[in-house]
């Protein structure tokens, strides 16, 4: 059974830009969730595709933006990137009940 | 609103030394509570969960943590710590299908 993937490992922007990280779930798991880990805190849920849809939303602005794909494997996006985006954002897979959620390793993104 | 406070940014403890990780939640209705495990420079693992059931829930690795619904806590505790426990601890709940997490806590074993 092959757990959460992420990619890429680690990210490099400058101020303004637009980034893609990518995931793809475990498994028998239908259901994809970010988060956004900043240094010295907790992570924070950004949104969750469940069959391609998205199923709820944290408090991030518009410029965070998903999509899931028939296989359940998901993108986060994030147009004009800011300095404070900087963090690991993580990735969760889980089935439809969500209860359970099993993380991929992060990707680490710092905007310069 | 859901909400989890971790009463201790840090904890260090000597090895082989008891140790509990203090959590704490607000919610007006039921919740699915969590530890997850942050070792350096990796994401997160889940460590143990409660769902429903006995309100004393263990891990594999000699953790465990007990859901009081009077007080709203989910404290872990584990009775001998190791050098390998060294990590960032994050209490969680579940609702509607997100997690909400703590900030964390530290735990720094002291050889």
């Known amino acids: 059974e092959t757990g959460v993937t992420q990619s890429p490992t680690h990210l490099i922007k400058t101020r303004g830009q637009q980034v893609t990280l990518r995931c793809s779930s475990q498994s028998g798991h239908n259901t994809v969730s970010w988060y956004q880990q900043a240094l010295g805190q907790g992570p924070q849920f950004i949104f969750q595709?469940?069959?391609?849809?998205?199923?709820g939303r944290g408090n991030f602005p518009p410029r965070f933006s998903g999509l899931q794909f028939p296989n359940y494997s998901s993108e986060l996006n994030v147009n004009a990137l800011e300095l404070d985006d900087s963090a690991l954002y993580l990735c969760?897979?889980?089935?439809?009940?969500?209860?359970?959620?099993?993380f991929g390793p992060g990707t680490r993104l710092t905007v310069t | 609103a859901q909400s989890v406070t971790q009463l201790d940014s840090q904890v260090p403890v000597f090895e082989e030394a008891p140790v509990e990780l203090r959590c704490n939640y607000s919610?007006?209705?039921?919740?699915?509570l969590f530890w997850y495990v942050q070792y350096p420079n990796q994401g997160l693992q889940l460590l143990l969960k409660?769902?429903?059931?006995?309100?004393l829930v263990e891990s594999i690795n000699g953790f465990e943590a007990e859901f009081n619904k009077s007080q709203t806590s989910f404290h872990l505790r584990k009775p001998s710590v190791h050098i390998s426990d060294t990590a960032e601890y994050f209490c969680?709940?579940?609702?509607?299908?997100?997690?909400?997490f703590g900030k964390g806590t530290r735990l720094h074993i002291l050889p």
């Open positions: 409660y769902l429903s059931g006995s309100t």
């Open positions: 919610s007006s209705v039921s919740v699915y």
């Open positions: 969760a897979s889980s089935r439809g009940d969500g209860y359970e959620q099993y």
């Open positions: 969680a709940v579940s609702l509607d299908d997100k997690i909400i």
């Open positions: 595709y469940y069959r391609e849809e998205e199923n």
